[in-house]
């Protein structure tokens, strides 16, 4: 996808800003909100403009740093580039055609060297860089010319092993936009003017961006994670909340056996959620004491009251009101879960159910208005036969999706991740129909 509107330069078309041309740049970038990127800015000046793109994206941000290899003599003169990972990116003419020795490149690439370690140490503040495996990675710049260091900004995603790799800006030649394409898998631009003979003559606002914002804008999406309390019924429930940066929804877990906050299962699609930039509260339905009492873990009424209330605390806190919501049920939880979901007032934006009893919640299924999956094993046929049968009740948007060679737990190899992924992508779509619209539908 090249997306190109070539414009004359005038006032009309000028960006106000770098806020501006993130936001303009977003809307370009908008199918791609599906594929669940990480979002990475060119510092300084990328940065701000990535943070609006990774805001109307509900996606991760962080930092690709890349440094400038100039001329000895002529430093302004760019002869490669290099980036985080050992990449290393030459002209090869221009290096021979000023007689730069291999004594003299390696000088200055090992001062570079120093120094892009340092910003990158510095702009995250000691903390990791965000896992680009196998993901797909939007490298965003304010503007490029010649493409030198947007090109080592692309190489350097590669070798961290991003899926896909594409790269948008808000303004850059077309011949450029041309020649990256054999770099990037996907070229983003909002303007393409065929006489670019500065960057900042697209901008109302060019201040120089320093490094203080670039921290500032990195920092804006910190992870909230922390142990919470909740008093439900006079009772105490534990609960652990997970927020990351740039939330796209929240994701409330209910197991009926009073597990949810401990349970192995929850936690590792908890994970897969969070890196998909969901948020995502584990908490527990019953208190311990109560659980023992197998009476309350077939109790539908009072799980669905608490999971009501915990929903209540949930949007009152500052980190997460205002989210789109959804729910995950495992066992008895699913039920609890359509339960709350049929509320009258309602406004859950999704729900699913992994190895769940939806069929326990028979009475009110006609009342959910809310798109719901129905995870099962394959090999679990007797909850498999329920799932189909509480499907047949449903009458909002549904899915009976079988991982085959499962069993009830999911225990067998490579299941759990399975399941975990449908989940992701259906929590993600609706969540995200929500907030605009995306490509995609459907579990994937």
């Given at each position: 996808m090249t997306a190109r509107r070539v414009r004359d330069g005038t006032d009309d078309s000028k960006f106000r800003d770098r806020r501006d041309a993130g936001h303009r740049l977003a809307q370009l970038l908008r199918p791609l909100a599906g594929e669940h990127p990480v979002v990475v800015g060119l510092p300084r000046g990328g940065v701000p403009v990535a943070a609006e793109v990774a805001r109307a994206l509900r996606a991760p941000l962080d930092v690709i740093v890349v440094r400038k290899l100039g001329v000895p003599w002529q430093p302004e003169l760019g002869m490669g580039a290099i980036g985080e990972g050992g990449v290393r990116v030459l002209n090869e003419?221009?290096?021979?055609?000023?007689?730069?020795?291999?004594?003299?490149?390696?000088?200055?690439?090992?001062?570079?060297?120093?120094?892009?370690?340092?910003?990158?140490?510095?702009?995250?503040g000691g903390r990791p860089m965000i896992e680009l495996s196998g993901r797909t990675v939007i490298v965003?710049?304010?503007?490029?010319?010649?493409?030198?260091?947007?090109?080592?900004?692309?190489?350097?995603?590669?070798?961290?092993?991003?899926?896909?790799?594409?790269?948008?800006?808000?303004?850059?030649?077309?011949?450029?936009?041309?020649?990256?394409?054999?770099?990037?898998?996907?070229?983003?631009?909002?303007?393409?003017?065929?006489?670019?003979?500065?960057?900042?003559?697209?901008?109302?606002?060019?201040?120089?961006?320093?490094?203080?914002?670039?921290?500032?804008?990195?920092?804006?999406?910190?992870r909230t994670d922390r142990e919470v309390d909740i008093e439900v019924d006079g009772v105490r429930l534990g609960g652990h909340l997970c927020v990351p940066p740039r939330p796209r929804g929240v994701v409330?877990?209910?197991?009926?056996?009073?597990?949810?906050?401990?349970?192995?299962?929850?936690?590792?699609?908890?994970?897969?959620?969070?890196?998909?930039?969901?948020?995502?509260?584990?908490?527990?339905?019953?208190?311990?004491?109560?659980?023992?009492?197998?009476?309350?873990?077939?109790?539908?009424?009072?799980?669905?009251?608490?999971?009501?209330?915990?929903?209540?605390?949930?949007?009152?806190?500052?980190?997460?009101?205002?989210?789109?919501?959804?729910?995950f049920g495992a066992s008895t939880g699913a039920a609890a879960a359509l339960g709350a979901a049929a509320e009258p007032g309602s406004d859950v934006t999704a729900v699913v159910s992994r190895g769940g009893r939806p069929d326990l919640a028979m009475a009110v299924l006609r009342s959910v208005t809310a798109p719901t999956l129905l995870i099962v094993g394959g090999d679990d046929t007797e909850v498999l036969e329920l799932n189909h049968e509480a499907a047949r009740h449903l009458v909002a948007e549904h899915h009976v999706a079988v991982v085959t060679g499962a069993t009830h737990l999911f225990?067998?190899?490579?299941?759990?991740?399975?399941?975990?992924?449908?989940?992701?992508?259906?929590?993600a779509d609706r969540f995200d129909r929500r907030s605009g619209p995306v490509n995609g539908s459907g579990p994937r």
């Open positions: 003419r221009i290096v021979a055609a000023e007689g730069v020795s291999a004594d003299q490149l390696a000088e200055i690439e090992q001062r570079e060297r120093l120094e892009l370690e340092r910003r990158a140490l510095a702009f995250r965003v710049d304010d503007g490029i010319a010649t493409g030198g260091t947007a090109r080592a900004a692309l190489q350097v995603a590669r070798a961290h092993g991003a899926r896909k790799v594409v790269l948008a800006v808000p303004v850059a030649p077309p011949e450029t936009v041309e020649a990256l394409l054999g770099d990037a898998d996907e070229v983003v631009a909002v303007e393409t003017p065929r006489d670019l003979w500065a960057i900042g003559a697209w901008y109302q606002d060019f201040t120089q961006t320093t490094d203080d914002e670039v921290v500032a804008c990195l920092a804006g999406g910190e409330v877990f209910a197991h009926g056996s009073g597990s949810s906050r401990r349970s192995p299962r929850n936690q590792l699609v908890a994970r897969v959620l969070q890196d998909a930039g969901i948020a995502t509260l584990l908490f527990d339905l019953l208190t311990d004491d109560e659980a023992s009492r197998r009476s309350n873990v077939f109790d539908i009424d009072l799980l669905a009251r608490r999971l009501i209330d915990v929903t209540a605390w949930l949007r009152a806190q500052p980190e997460t009101a205002g989210l789109a919501l959804g729910y225990e067998e190899p490579g299941t759990l991740e399975e399941a975990a992924g449908l989940a992701r992508d259906w929590f």
